[in-house]
């Protein structure tokens, strides 16, 4: 998988995607995202080396089948707060 760590002022978002979704646009008849490697594109790591980075993350945005299979294993999302789009999960968590 990638991650890529924004850092802004008010904190780090953590993107995270599977590698064979990296650069394509995903679209069915409400949604639509493209998977930029400008946001998406960082290093490639296995899950045992991004879950403690997510684990600690207040804001993040995961797309691809592992990538969300990750995030739903360290219970940082549930099962309904994941969004199918062209049959690709996509979940975001954002702390106040």
Do not use: W
């Not at 890529?4 to 409400?30: M, Q, R, S, W």
């Amino acid at each position: 998988m990638y991650i890529k760590i924004h850092k802004a002022p008010a904190g780090e978002v953590i993107a995270v995607c599977d590698e064979n979704i990296l650069g394509k646009t995903l679209e069915d008849k409400k949604k639509h995202i493209k998977v930029s490697e400008h946001f998406y594109k960082g290093e490639i790591k296995d899950a045992a080396a991004i879950a403690p980075i997510l684990e600690t993350a207040t804001n993040i945005n995961l797309i691809g089948k592992e990538a969300v299979a990750l995030g739903l294993k360290l219970g940082i999302i549930a099962e309904e707060n994941v969004m199918v789009i062209a049959g690709v999960p996509h979940a975001q968590v954002y702390a106040p």
